[in-house]
């Protein structure tokens, strides 16, 4: 199963979005990396690391971020994890990560995940 970490500034948003995720797929492997280690707003390369290795196998791991220091982070980390099958995905924070947390729980490839999640961004809401 590709597990899935979201990354945010917040680290009660980055629990939050798990939470809504779990409602449609509740045994998704799925990781928060929300906030800095002294829970002030930001985002942080050990919460970011740890979260991918808490979710990592062989099917890989898919990285969803909010904005801005969340997705330069997460390039270092992935920098420093070089070799490891991690990939950022570039997709609202929210609905992508209920449509990739909905297709790893149905075993979809990383690379099935991510072509569903090129089609979040143009989806209209009404």
């Known amino acids: 199963m590709v597990g899935i970490v979201i990354v945010s500034h917040s680290e009660n948003l980055a629990k939050s979005v798990i939470e809504l995720t779990a409602m449609m797929a509740e045994n998704a492997n799925i990781a928060p990396a929300g906030g800095l280690e002294d829970g002030s707003m930001g985002t942080s390369f050990e919460r970011i690391k740890s979260a991918i ?9 898919l990285v ?40 790893s ?9 991510k072509a569903d999640l090129a089609a979040v961004a143009g989806t209209h809401k009404f």
Request: aromatic content about 2%; hydrophobic content about 45%; overall charge negative.
């Open 53 to 61: 290795e808490s979710v990592y196998s062989e099917d890989g791991v």
């Open 64 to 103: 969803l971020m909010d904005m801005g220091s969340a997705v330069m982070t997460t390039e270092m980390v992935l920098e420093d994890l070089e070799g490891k099958k991690v990939e950022m995905v570039d997709c609202p924070l929210v609905e992508g990560a209920v449509v990739a947390a909905c297709d």
């Open 105 to 113: 729980e149905g075993n979809m490839s990383m690379e099935e995940i």
